[in-house]
């Protein structure tokens, strides 16, 4: 079974700074797809940054980047810069089969981050 | 901004109500979801709609009765609900059902159940 483990429940950080949120998961497919998803206050899941596992690569979008270590799988979030509108909830999630040819997303239990002024 | 819709935002029913959640993307996408969120806790699949028909239904309780009238337009009729189905309902769509098309997701349909 395909499993998503976020070891850090809450991180709280000081506006401009880095930070790096962890998440690691568990599954025997060879190819697969993780994202990033944040949930401000207002509930909404927005995606944040998506990876194709066979892909090399390191996706990147503005100020978010991700660590892919594939073989430690391990896909971890980090955000450059950090601004007051990037306090939210952040769900690492892994997408899976769901039969009839259908994908679901399994989320992990998620990180509350707080940027301070 | 969303371009997953739903409404209402906000909906509080009695246990005996009969009421409908709606949800409308304009992306061309032709694969919907059902999400169910509890407080402080990740989302959980309830239903996927591909092509207007029910692919996925993740062993929800009857009282939980999707619809896809169209390929934009996906509801949530409840009935007979209890406290404990008091939860966030978000939709979501994406270009299709198979693995790795990135899904959206609406703002959410807030729902308690009294």
């Known amino acids: 079974a395909q499993t998503v483990t976020q070891s850090q429940p809450e991180m709280s950080v000081q506006e401009a700074e880095t930070v790096t949120l962890s998440c690691t998961y568990d599954t025997s497919e060879s190819n697969y797809y993780l994202f990033w998803y944040k949930q401000p206050p207002s509930r909404q899941m927005i995606l944040v940054i998506r990876?194709?596992?066979?892909?090399?690569q390191n996706a990147t979008e503005n100020r978010f980047s991700v660590n892919f270590q594939k073989a430690a799988k391990s896909f971890s979030l980090k955000i450059s810069d950090s601004q007051l509108g990037d306090t939210a909830m952040y769900f690492c999630a892994f997408m899976k089969h769901a039969g009839q040819g259908a994908q679901k997303l399994v989320f992990g239990q998620g990180t509350r981050l707080t940027i301070n002024p | 901004d969303t371009e997953v819709t739903q409404t209402p935002k906000h909906l509080v029913m009695g246990m005996t109500n009969k009421k409908s959640l709606k949800c409308e993307q304009h992306m061309g996408h032709r694969a919907m979801y059902w999400y169910k969120q509890k407080a402080k806790k990740p989302p959980e699949l309830m239903f996927v709609y591909s092509y207007e028909k029910l692919s996925i239904n993740e062993s929800v309780p009857s009282r939980f009765s999707p619809e896809c009238p169209n390929s934009s337009l996906l509801n949530l009729h409840l009935h007979a609900l209890q406290p404990e189905d008091s939860a966030l309902y978000l939709c979501?769509?994406?270009?299709?059902?198979?693995?790795?098309?990135?899904?959206?997701f609406g703002e959410g349909s807030w729902l308690t159940v009294v």
């Open positions: 979501a769509s994406s270009q299709d059902k198979k693995i790795g098309n990135t899904i959206y």
């Open positions: 990876q194709e596992a066979y892909k090399q």
